[in-house]
């Protein structure tokens, strides 16, 4: 079996869980639950120095993070659907959607980071308004350049719908007022992708 390190929350974990579940592999990875596995979890966990989640423990005990990476070993593991796209231009489209989605959790995480790590007296609103900027202006450009995918989505279209999720669950679906077109997309992702609507984070 193939050991995920997992927050009930974490939109980098979704994705690999998305992953896998279109991939057909859900029976060969187990999610460790932090409060039930605590041990392994936390070895695994601190096996990753830079203490995050996901990482995994592979069926021969390499251990790989982060998200982009499993979500990349999954996709060697059935042929189809193909998730990362073998090479040219059609790959690097899907790696350049996939970590604008990366930046988009990472900045709206230091958002809640800054509120959950922070105390209020050290609250700094003009960094906390320069990483909210980075997400609205990402919306913005991702309203304008919609990307469709061909057949079925791929990783970056998985990223993408992972990090709208987690705005939605963050910053209570704000992005929505002014993305209408996105809304539908994410809408048509959702119904083209059950395992989006059963990783569902809880609110
Ligand atoms: N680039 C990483 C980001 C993972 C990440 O930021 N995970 C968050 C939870 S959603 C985390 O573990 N945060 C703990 C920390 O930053 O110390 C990935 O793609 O896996």
Redesign the pocket.
């Given at each position: 079996m193939i050991e995920v390190t997992q927050?009930p929350?974490?939109?980098?974990?979704r994705k690999v869980r998305i992953a896998s579940a279109m991939k057909g592999l859900d029976d060969k990875v187990v999610y460790l639950d932090p409060e039930k596995d605590k041990e392994r979890c936390a070895n695994l966990r601190a096996a990753n120095p830079?203490?995050?989640?996901?990482a995994a423990r592979l069926e021969d005990g390499t251990l790989v993070?982060?998200?982009?990476v499993i979500c990349e070993y999954l996709d060697t593991l059935s042929p189809t659907p193909r998730l990362f796209p073998a090479g040219g231009r059609e790959r690097l489209e899907t790696l350049t959607l996939g970590a604008l989605a990366?930046g988009i959790?990472?900045a709206s995480?230091l958002v809640v980071?800054e509120g959950r790590f922070r105390t209020p007296e050290t609250w700094h609103q003009p960094w906390v308004d320069k990483q909210q900027a980075k997400v609205d202006t990402s919306v913005a450009f991702l309203e304008s350049h919609i990307s469709e995918w061909k057949g079925h989505p791929d990783y970056g279209h998985v990223s993408i719908a992972c990090a709208l999720g987690f705005l939605d669950l963050r910053q209570g679906g704000k992005w929505r007022k002014s993305s209408p077109k996105l809304v539908q997309w994410l809408d048509r992702f959702a119904a083209a992708v059950p395992a989006f609507a059963k990783t569902a984070p809880p609110s």
């Amino acid at each position: 079996m193939i050991e995920v390190t997992q927050a009930p929350t974490s939109p980098f974990v979704r994705k690999v869980r998305i992953a896998s579940a279109m991939k057909g592999l859900d029976d060969k990875v187990v999610y460790l639950d932090p409060e039930k596995d605590k041990e392994r979890c936390a070895n695994l966990r601190a096996a990753n120095p830079l203490e995050k989640v996901p990482a995994a423990r592979l069926e021969d005990g390499t251990l790989v993070f982060d998200s982009h990476v499993i979500c990349e070993y999954l996709d060697t593991l059935s042929p189809t659907p193909r998730l990362f796209p073998a090479g040219g231009r059609e790959r690097l489209e899907t790696l350049t959607l996939g970590a604008l989605a990366d930046g988009i959790m990472d900045a709206s995480i230091l958002v809640v980071y800054e509120g959950r790590f922070r105390t209020p007296e050290t609250w700094h609103q003009p960094w906390v308004d320069k990483q909210q900027a980075k997400v609205d202006t990402s919306v913005a450009f991702l309203e304008s350049h919609i990307s469709e995918w061909k057949g079925h989505p791929d990783y970056g279209h998985v990223s993408i719908a992972c990090a709208l999720g987690f705005l939605d669950l963050r910053q209570g679906g704000k992005w929505r007022k002014s993305s209408p077109k996105l809304v539908q997309w994410l809408d048509r992702f959702a119904a083209a992708v059950p395992a989006f609507a059963k990783t569902a984070p809880p609110s």
